[in-house]
């Protein structure tokens, strides 16, 4: 399986702090991708990483990849309690998309 | 601009019966694709759709089975409803593989 799995499963913080989630992943790619999604709902792109990318920006999003570790995690500066939600990384494998198992993040106001 | 739109939001449907579950894609988009996202799970891929023809499928049985319309919307169909067949349902859309958007989903309980 491509799945990869997130670390931590859960994450709990303070407004005003930042957070990270990690991903790795098992198979070698063109991209990563990490999404969001609210209480159970649709996902919502944030940011894509290309391969012979290391570090991206948008916004208060961080993305880094380090593609001999199998690995990518993604930094959340200065949280807001509206980025309560759950954090998936996702890879492409033919027509498909391989999820993490995902990171639940609160953030307390 | 009308994103992907799912029907219906949530559904109660008891072991046994059948369900359909349906996706407009996003306008210009010309690709379906539906996940089944099971609680604390990612999602996963159950099968897409391209030019009408199911293109690739995951592990599902063959109780899943689907169709896209020529107006490239799609419905997911569901037969012999198990308890766990209890999850989110996303579909996204895309134009071909590109701009994937998912729809906000389908909350599907088996009773």
């Known amino acids: 399986s491509q799945q990869g799995e997130e670390d931590p499963q859960a994450l709990s913080i303070q407004e005003g702090e930042n957070a990270t989630m990690n991903c790795s992943y098992k198979?070698?790619?063109?991209?990563l991708q990490w999404y969001r999604q609210n209480s159970g709902r649709g996902l919502v792109h944030l940011i894509l990483i290309r391969s012979n990318e290391r570090e991206k920006h948008s916004g208060r999003l961080r993305v880094t990849l380090d593609t001999s570790k199998k690995s990518s995690s993604l930094l959340i500066t200065a949280s807001r309690a509206a980025d309560t939600a759950s954090y998936f990384c996702a890879t492409i494998g033919g027509n498909q998309f391989y999820f993490g198992t995902g990171t639940s993040l609160t953030v307390i106001p | 601009d009308a994103g992907v739109t799912q029907s219906p939001t949530h559904l109660i449907k008891t072991r046994g019966q059948q369900v359909t579950l349906r996706c407009s894609p996003k306008s210009g988009h010309d690709t379906v694709s539906w996940y089944q996202q099971a609680l604390g799970q990612g999602p996963q891929f159950i099968f897409q759709?391209?030019?009408?023809?199911?293109?690739q499928r995951g592990n599902f049985p063959d109780r899943f089975s689907g169709h896209q319309f020529p107006n490239y919307s799609s419905e997911l169909n569901v037969n012999a409803l198990l308890l766990g067949d209890s999850a989110l349902y996303l579909c996204a859309s895309s134009l071909g593989q590109l701009g994937y958007t998912f729809g906000s989903g389908t909350r599907l309980t088996v009773v």
């Open positions: 198979t070698s790619i063109n991209n």
């Open positions: 759709y391209y030019e009408e023809e199911e293109r």
